[in-house]
């Protein structure tokens, strides 16, 4: 009986609402607690009667916080950069009860405060910690006993540039608090905690649940190293398997203390900016540290002066907890190293958010979110999903009151539009690519306002162009070269027929015939622009610019007459970077010139696919000098064609939302062989293929529930266990219809096609 009666009272504990109780902020006791990139240690013990099946603690921190009970890590690197709007942010929701036992818990929590803002986090202005929770003890406040670290705190120069809201960790090892986690909280100067204000309260606003998991831990590692000896400090270099998120830990021996060691990765002064390294001062004896702010690199590498011994050195991976489920094989040996490099490059801008680079930024910026979204969909698992949902509630969350949707977000030293990017976001790549691949109508029903409101801003001139909106920064590729009117145009174009779609979707027909009729007007004046050999705006002075040619093709606005004379165009103008050359590729494969687009992508993404050292795909064609925009060698754009070899080369695409029915239209493009798999909401699917000479031998794997629909050329002859579709399924749906192709339905199942080309 007394168990059970414990047991009820922790149901009904749990039951109660986080706001009800009254939550509270707390911090040290300390005015430094807000400095910049402050360290604040929290202790309490706590006695149970019982452990109960489950305790989920709400956890929000500015910034970030590491969670032990017991001694035991339970959670590394907890709670998400500010914030889900402006002025609100995250809580975790972790269930401790695995680490809790009968009788004394040790609790203990490290609060790393950014104390500044970024391009991926609106700080608050106060460091807080709060921690809500079923059991009265657990609870956050002044029965807390907190003090600032003494051992941490924000190394000087050179800082990080403005655009990280992470400082440089520096680490005193003399005034380390050893045991910390477990040792008498008053032994060793701890405080009560303050109460700096409850739930929901300013500055830290609303708080959103974490919509995406913790961390992956994928262990502590050994890293082989060599010294290599220096006038001043001995340089220690530990190459590492792949450019990846990591925590370097060292073991450190000195005889007297008190010797600097710098640690830093090959990325710390890269892409054009300072980014982010640490600094470590010995103390007399052995001793073992862990770096907690994650930096990324192909090499870690530690600067030691002499009489300094480093006697280990290990890293601790970590990143988005996703796997790798997709699967991809060809007979073509560079697209595989491609395809390889771009699941790097894809995995290491993805922590909080999306981002551009690991290392400079960190910032969702849309462009590149576009991109990721749709690589992810053919490689990674579907908790990917779940980062791309909370990119897209951010976007729009953080629109301006003017109605400008800008990134990246969150920000909290950045707020302007860059047109091109938030059209692309808004369009069929961003918010309608998601719900194809997802079935989220959901999401798309709390995007679609703030969709509407921007649409608002774009406006057709007279000739029915978009007319010029230049917004924050007048950005649409890196390179030169580039025809802006017909540029934005495209996108306008493409952003359009999204919104249609969304609004026949959430039931609004007479606002998707609005938006219909915009783009009827908008191609009519688009195509004024065409001079018989090329698409140029008459105000445009430049070479022809090959961005404006594929997006002509891949947003339909260029009819196929045109097709010839915009392959030839693309053949001489090569001025696109790796982010518009995705869909210059997608263009030749829509154009059905998809051996042709393989031989230009061959030629661009030469230098960074055959780079013997890095491991990831550049921002630009080449580094340096040859590079756009400071020129990083780890940009999520360029990993584009990812997507093309899911979409065009393998043909895999849904055409029902959440892939209830999927096209199945595959360009081998001069290649013999290609295999894919990948997960989608309906199930894995697959598709392989081999060709010698003329026939063409296919298993194709369906879902179960599910249909595809498979297209081959009219003159092809198949042999298949399929039922070719008759006329009245066209009627029925038209959309099926592929000129120059006939279809068949598979059902569930393992098919095994033989698909004969004439000579």
């Not at 009968?102 to 104390?115: D, P, S």
């Not at 002066?305 to 988005?320: D, N, S």
Request: neutral net charge.
């Amino acid at each position: 009986m007394k168990k059970l009666l414990v047991s009820l009272c922790f149901a009904l504990l749990l039951a109660l609402p986080g706001q009800a109780r009254k939550a509270c902020y707390m911090a040290a006791a300390d005015t430094a607690v807000d400095s910049l990139g402050s360290w604040t240690a929290f202790r309490k013990d706590v006695c149970l009667n019982a452990v109960p099946a489950k305790a989920v603690l709400k956890i929000s921190a500015d910034s970030k916080y590491w969670l032990w009970i017991n001694g035991e890590l339970a959670v590394f690197e907890g709670g998400l950069k500010r914030g889900p709007a402006r002025g609100e942010g995250y809580y975790d929701e972790v269930d401790v009860a695995p680490y809790l036992k009968k009788g004394r818990n040790r609790i203990a929590v490290l609060l790393w405060y950014f104390g500044k803002n970024g391009f991926s986090h609106q700080s608050s202005g106060k460091a807080g910690l709060l921690i809500d929770a079923p059991i009265d003890a657990l609870r956050s406040g002044k029965s807390y006993y907190a003090r600032l670290h003494p051992a941490y705190g924000a190394a000087k120069n050179p800082k990080p540039n403005y655009r990280l809201s992470e400082s440089n960790i520096r680490f005193d090892e003399r005034e380390n608090l050893p045991d910390w986690q477990t040792a008498d909280p008053v032994a060793m100067g701890f405080r009560p905690a303050v109460e700096r204000g409850h739930w929901g309260d300013a500055p830290w606003g609303a708080l959103t649940r974490r919509m995406i998991p913790q961390w992956k831990d994928y262990g502590i590692r050994e890293a082989t190293f060599r010294r290599i000896p220096g006038a001043e400090t001995d340089s220690i270099v530990a190459p590492l398997p792949y450019n990846m998120q990591m925590t370097p830990i060292v073991t450190v021996r000195d005889a007297v203390g008190g010797h600097l060691v710098k640690i830093e990765t090959d990325h710390t002064y890269h892409g054009g900016a300072v980014n982010l390294r640490a600094e470590y001062i010995t103390a007399p004896g052995s001793h073992r540290y862990e770096s907690l702010g994650w930096m990324n690199g192909e090499n870690i590498i530690l600067l030691v002066p002499a009489g300094v011994e480093i006697e280990r050195l290990q890293y601790r991976e970590t990143g988005y907890d996703t796997a790798f489920e997709g699967t991809f094989s060809c007979d073509d040996a560079f697209l595989m190293r491609l395809w390889g490099k771009g699941l790097r490059t894809l995995y290491v801008n993805m922590r909080d958010n999306f981002f551009d680079c690991p290392d400079r930024e960190r910032a969702q910026w849309w462009g590149d979110v576009t991109e990721m979204m749709g690589e992810s969909f053919y490689t990674l698992s579907l908790a990917s999903h779940a980062l791309m949902r909370k990119a897209i509630g951010e976007l729009c969350r953080w629109q301006r009151p003017d109605s400008i949707l800008f990134s990246p977000v969150p920000a909290g030293n950045y707020k302007t539009e860059l047109p091109a990017q938030m059209l692309a976001s808004i369009g069929l790549y961003g918010f309608w690519n998601y719900y194809m691949h997802t079935g989220d109508a959901a999401t798309i029903r709390d995007a679609y306002p703030a969709v509407k409101r921007y649409l608002g801003v774009w406006k057709l001139d007279e000739t029915g162009l978009t007319a010029f909106h230049s917004g924050g920064w007048n950005w649409g590729d890196w390179g030169s070269h580039k025809d802006m009117r017909l540029l934005y145009a495209g996108w306008h174009y493409i952003a359009l027929d999204a919104a249609a779609r969304m609004a026949e979707l959430l039931g609004y027909p007479e606002e998707a015939c609005a938006w219909r009729e915009t783009m009827v007007t908008l191609k009519t004046g688009f195509n004024k622009n065409w001079n018989g050999y090329c698409y140029r705006h008459p105000a445009y002075l430049g070479a022809t610019d090959d961005r404006v040619q594929a997006l002509a093709v891949v947003a339909g606005l260029a009819d196929s007459d045109k097709y010839e004379q915009i392959a030839r165009v693309l053949k001489s103008q090569r001025y696109a970077s790796p982010y518009m050359e995705k869909y210059v590729l997608e263009a030749y494969f829509k154009m059905g010139l998809g051996e042709t687009g393989l031989e230009r992508m061959r030629k661009r993404y030469a230098p960074m696919v055959n780079d013997p050292v890095r491991t990831t795909l550049f921002e630009g064609w080449g580094l340096g000098e040859e590079g756009f925009g400071g020129g990083t060698s780890n940009h999520a754009w360029s990993a584009g064609p990812i997507i093309v070899t899911g979409q065009y080369l393998c043909g895999i695409y849904p055409l029902e939302a959440g892939y209830r029915r999927f096209m199945v239209a595959p360009q081998p493009a001069g290649l013999r062989q290609a295999a894919i798999s990948f997960p989608t909401v309906a199930g894995t699917i697959s598709s392989a293929w081999t060709i010698d000479g003329s026939r063409m031998d296919w298993t194709l794997g369906v879902p179960e529930g599910t249909q595809a629909i498979v297209y081959v050329d009219e003159q092809d002859a198949v042999t298949q266990d399929a039922r070719p579709l008759a006329p009245e399924d066209f009627s029925a749906d038209p959309a099926l219809r592929r000129p120059g192709k006939k279809a068949f339905a598979c059902g569930s199942g393992t098919h095994q096609l033989i698909v004969e080309r004439p000579r």
